[in-house]
Every structure is written in structure tokens, then in C-alpha cells.
């Protein structure tokens, strides 16, 4: 990361970047005369103007500026870098920073700063890593062209609205209405197992895995009746399981746990599990019982996981 240092009262640095927001504060300690831009004396007239606006809004905003693609970003914006980006992502080259989805924004943002032609996106899936995951990040954002002193396109001002709560939200609506359709066709348990996987698996990929297990009383074991994204017969999709035990997943846990905390499901950590419908490995999931009836012995155990 770029080192800070002190803005001495009334230089260009504590000029510009005035306000008592957490990125004001750091844009006036951070070093400019490291960063591709260089110092803040020696900056274009619209790239003061422009920084000056982002920092005041409280809409979240960001800027490339420049060949190296030197960012800016102000407070709104700061909740969508994520730890692992955020305060280092100031002053930091564009192309180094977003690697990962570089492939994916790079072109645009090429383009626009060859071309200057504004676009628009809604509800655009960009997957970003945050923390140790890759997360599917949904965005409504606009890239606009911001032109320097001399009419030639200066950078690129990002306006955006991360809208993956919304997105996924209805998605996963969605989902619960076709499998709630799926489910009153369904006559037998063998039924609801077999419409439950076709109604998933015609959905997006929010559940990376499912496996679905009835219990045989006479044989005292879980037989595989369904799943979704692992190969059954597989290490982790084994064709029986036993009541008792909790490999390869925690079944006895969840067992002794049914029936004692109501809307208490928790995922825990997996490893070394690769799912069908994931790049990434599994890195969490859920074992949970399934009653038969009200009050009766839980009759089935899914294992639903996701690997985002």
C-alpha cells in the first residue's frame, strides 16, 4: 500500500480533501507523489473537481483516473471493497487492484477511455473476493467518461448500487414458488424427493449441492434418494449413511438436535468437497433433518451446501 503521510494545514492536500469523512481523512495523509497521479499541486483542474464532488456525495462513487487507472472512492462506496481491498484500494493502479475480474470490466473501462461512450448497467453479476470467498456480487452502475482540462477523456467515474440482496432475494423467491408447485404434484415421499431435486436443479445455483436420504427403519440406515451436484456413490454422496454417525457428514448431530431448536439451522465448514455446479470448492454446508409428519421420527436428512 501506498505510505500516508501528514498534510500540513493549508496545502493543496488539505484544500482539496476537506470534510470529516473516514476517505477525506485519508486522502489527506496518503502520499500522492507515490501513486501514478503524483502530487496533488501538480493535479488537472478537472481531476480536483471531480475528486472534490466524489468525496461530498454520499452516493457511492469511485474513479479511475488517468493511464495507470488510479482510484478514488468515497465513504458510500467504501462497504463494497471489503476488508481486503479497502483502505488499500486508494491511490492504488486499477488493473493490480481488480485483477480477478479485470477480464470482465477491463474491456469497458478500455473503452470508454479510448472512446468516451457512458454505459449503463442493471443488476450486472460481478463476482468479487471478499475475505476467503468469491461472492456473486450484484450491481446497477453506470460508467461515465469525465473529460480533463484539455477535452480528452481523463477517467472514469463509477456511480453504483450494489443490489445483490434485492436480486438474490427474489431469485430465491422464485425458487421456493416453483419448488412449492413442484411439491403438490407429489404423492409419496419418493415423490417429494424427486420433485424437490428437478425443482432445484432448474434453479439458479444459490444451493451448489443437495442430498436428500430416507430412513429405512428395517435396516436401520439412510438410503440415498436424491441430490444435486455431487456424483451419488461419490465419497460425499454416499448411497447409505448411518443414523449414528457423523461422517461423511454430521447426521447424528443433526438428529439429536431436531426438534430441539425451531428455526435453528446452522451451516458448518467442509472441505475437500468440488461441486458440479461451483468453480470453487464447498466450503460450507448444512445437515439438517427432515420430519415426516408433525411430531413424528424425522424421515429424511438434506445436505443442502453452497460454495460461494
Known sequence: MTRMMDAPAGTPAETLF????????LARELDWSSTPVGPVESWSASLRSIVSTLLA???PMFLWWGPELTQFYNDAYRQSLGPDRHPAALGARGRECWAEIWPIIGPEVDDIMANGAATWHEDHLVPITRGDRVHDVYWSYSYSPVQDDDGSVGGVLVTVQETTRRVVGERRARLLQTLATELLQARSVDDVCTASVAALSRGPDDVACVLLYLLDDAAG?????????????AEAAPRELSPGSDAPWPVASALAAAGTAPGGIDSAPVSGIQCERWPEPISEAVTTAIAAAPSAIPAARAHPAHGV
Not at 18 to 25: H, I, K, Q, T, V
Not at 222 to 232: I, S, W
Open 18 to 25: 476537506r470534510g470529516g469523512g473516514e476517505m477525506a481523512a
Open 57 to 59: 456525495s454520499r452516493h
Open 221 to 233: 440406515v439412510l438410503r440415498y434418494c436424491g441430490g444435486l451436484g455431487v456424483r451419488p456413490g
